[in-house]
C-alpha cells in the first residue's frame, strides 16, 4: 500500500489559521522601545540590508502621491516585505508637507502597516514618523562608520538643513560613540539654525558649535558633511567645495549637482531606487548616459565586494527602503507585546463569516 504524503505547502493550508488581533502602537510607545537603544537599532538595520542584498526581501519602488494645488507637498507609499527572522509584510504611509513648519507642526507624520505573513491580515498600525526618522538615522550613522573606516576618522561634522531628521542623526552619531571636536551648523531659516544650536548645547556635546553663513563654509569646514533639507532640485554645484575629500551623507538625495557626484566616490542603499524621481544620482545617470559612477551599496562595503577610493570625496545617497521601516517597527511591536502594554483594538475584523450568520452553523 502506497502512502501519499502531502506536501509542506497542502500541510500548511490543511491546518487552522487564525486572524490576529489588530493593535494601535501609539509614538509615545514608539519612543518609549527605541530610546537609548541607537546600537541596537544601527546592528537591527545593518542585518537587514544584508538580507536585502541576499534577496531575502521584496521591495518595489515607492509610489508618490503628488498634488497640482500644492506642488511642495507629497505623500509616499513604500510597501515592502522582509524574510529571515522577521518575516513580515507591510506598508509605510508618510506625507511631507512643508508649509506645516510655518504653522509650528512638523513637516513629517506617518504610519506603518504590518501585516501577517501567513494570511496577509494587518495586525498592527504604528505611528512612524518616529521609526522613519530612527531608521534613517540608523542608516546614515552605518555609512559614517563603514564608509571611513579605510580613511581618516572625521572630526568636524557639518549639519546642512537642521530638521527632525539632522536631530535623529546627530543623536545616533552620539549614540554610536562618535564625538567630534567642531560640529558646524547651517540653514536657510536662521531661526531653525538657533534651535538646533539650542538642541546641541543642551544634548551635552563637547564640540565646538558654529552656525555658518553660507553653505561653503560649512562645507569647507567639515570632514563629515550631513544633508537633511527638503530641497527638490540640486542647490549645491561647485566641486571645488568638496576638494578637502570629505565623507558626505547625502541623506536628503536632491541637494548635489550632478557633476559634484561625478567627481566623487558614490555608495548607495540600493541602485535601482536611488536612481528615480530625479535624485541626483538619477540626474547623474541622465547626464551621462551611464551609471559608471556608482561604485556599489552600502551592503556591497560591509561584505568586502567594494572598496571605496580614498583620495576622492565620498557621497553615500540612501533612497530610504520599505524593508528597513518594517524591520524596525516589527522590533518596537515585539518588544510592546513583550512589555504587556499592547492596545488591542477589539473586533477590529468583525466580517470573518464566509456566508454569514449561516456559516457558523455548518459542520
Not at 506617518?110 to 505573513?117: E, R
Not at 536611488?274 to 551592503?299: I, M, V, W, Y
Not at 572598496?307 to 527602503?321: A, C, I, K, N
Amino acid at each position: 500500500m502506497t502512502t501519499i504524503r502531502p506536501t509542506a505547502m497542502e500541510s500548511a493550508m490543511s491546518e487552522p489559521m487564525a486572524v490576529p488581533p489588530f493593535a494601535v502602537i501609539p509614538g509615545a510607545q514608539v519612543q518609549r522601545v527605541l530610546q537609548g537603544r541607537e546600537k541596537e537599532i544601527v546592528e537591527l538595520v545593518e542585518a537587514t540590508y544584508r538580507l536585502h542584498g541576499a534577496g531575502d526581501s521584496v521591495n518595489p519602488p515607492s509610489y508618490f502621491l503628488r498634488f497640482p494645488d500644492r506642488p511642495s507637498s507629497r505623500i509616499i507609499a513604500l510597501p515592502a516585505s522582509i524574510g529571515g527572522a522577521v518575516r513580515v509584510d507591510g506598508l509605510k504611509w508618510i506625507s511631507s508637507f512643508p508649509q506645516n513648519v510655518t504653522a509650528g507642526i512638523p513637516r513629517a507624520s506617518a504610519v506603518l502597516i504590518l501585516n501577517d505573513h501567513d494570511t496577509g491580515y494587518p495586525f498592527a498600525c504604528l505611528e512612524s514618523s518616529i521609526i522613519s526618522a530612527t531608521r534613517t538615522a540608523a542608516s546614515a550613522a552605518s555609512a559614517a562608520d563603514w564608509l571611513s573606516r579605510d580613511r581618516r576618522r572625521p572630526t568636524r561634522v557639518g549639519f546642512f538643513g537642521v530638521g527632525l531628521i539632522a536631530r535623529y542623526i546627530h543623536a545616533f552619531l552620539a549614540g554610536t560613540g562618535w564625538s567630534f571636536d567642531e560640529i558646524g551648523v547651517h540653514d536657510l531659516s536662521p531661526e531653525s539654525a538657533a534651535g538646533f544650536r539650542t538642541y546641541l548645547e543642551q544634548s551635552g556635546t563637547a564640540g565646538r558649535i558654529t552656525v555658518h553663513d553660507s553653505a561653503e563654509q560649512l562645507i569647507r569646514n567639515s570632514d563629515l558633511v550631513v544633508f537633511a533639507t527638503v530641497a527638490a532640485q540640486p542647490h549645491v554645484s561647485d566641486p571645488s567645495w568638496f576638494a578637502h575629500n570629505p565623507l558626505v551623507l547625502h541623506v536628503s538625495l536632491r541637494d548635489l549637482a550632478p557633476q559634484i557626484l561625478l567627481a566623487s566616490a558614490n555608495i548607495v542603499d540600493d541602485i535601482e531606487h536611488c536612481l528615480k524621481a530625479n535624485t541626483s544620482p538619477h540626474l547623474a545617470e541622465q547626464l551621462t548616459g551611464n551609471r559608471d559612477f556608482l561604485h556599489g551599496t552600502l551592503d556591497d562595503v560591509m561584505a568586502g565586494r567594494v572598496t571605496v577610493p580614498v583620495h576622492r570625496p565620498l557621497v553615500f545617497s540612501p533612497f530610504g527602503l520599505g524593508v528597513l521601516d518594517l524591520a524596525v517597527g516589527k522590533y518596537v511591536y515585539d518588544e510592546v507585546v513583550r512589555s504587556g502594554e499592547l492596545q488591542i483594538i477589539d473586533d477590529f475584523f468583525h466580517e470573518l463569516s464566509r456566508y454569514g450568520r449561516a456559516d457558523r452553523n455548518l459542520g
